[in-house]
């Protein structure tokens, strides 16, 4: 097995990482005895754009975390791009679209 990446020497990220129930997550961050999970998704609709947010909710449960994000690339000229924080219960997840 590989050695994963190193991030300026302070840590490491992995790209589709599994988890013990045998789902991939997109990011997992460890920098400075912190994790970050990232969800990378296309721009499909609301639709899909909630679905993310749901697989990033289950993502944070499993990691034991309180806050994630979610990376959206959108190829429509008309989506307006920009971030946003969203609260649902005591989990907060940042949100860009790109």
Same mark, same amino acid.
């Not at 754009?49 to 975390?65: I, T």
């Given at each position: 097995?590989?050695?994963?990446?190193?991030? /300026?020497?302070?840590?490491?990220?992995?790209?589709?990482?599994?988890?013990?129930?045998?789902?991939?997550? !997109?990011?997992?961050?460890?920098? $400075? $005895?912190?994790?970050?999970?990232? &969800? +990378?998704?296309?721009? $499909? @609709? /609301?639709?899909?754009? &909630?679905?993310?947010?749901?697989?990033?909710? &289950?993502? +944070?449960?499993?990691?034991? +975390? !309180?806050? @994630?994000?979610?990376?959206?690339?959108?190829?429509?000229?008309?989506?307006?791009? @920009?971030?946003? &924080?969203?609260?649902?219960?005591?989990?907060?997840?940042?949100?860009?679209?790109?």
């Amino acid at each position: 097995m590989k050695n994963p990446p190193v991030i /300026n020497g302070a840590g490491n990220y992995y790209v589709e990482s599994w988890t013990r129930n045998m789902e991939r997550t !997109d990011v997992i961050v460890d920098y $400075r $005895r912190e994790q970050y999970v990232i &969800e +990378l998704k296309v721009w $499909r @609709g /609301n639709a899909y754009h &909630e679905r993310g947010e749901s697989q990033l909710l &289950e993502y +944070l449960e499993y990691y034991h +975390l !309180d806050r @994630g994000y979610m990376l959206s690339f959108n190829f429509n000229k008309k989506q307006e791009i @920009g971030e946003k &924080e969203l609260r649902i219960g005591k989990k907060v997840l940042i949100e860009a679209v790109v």
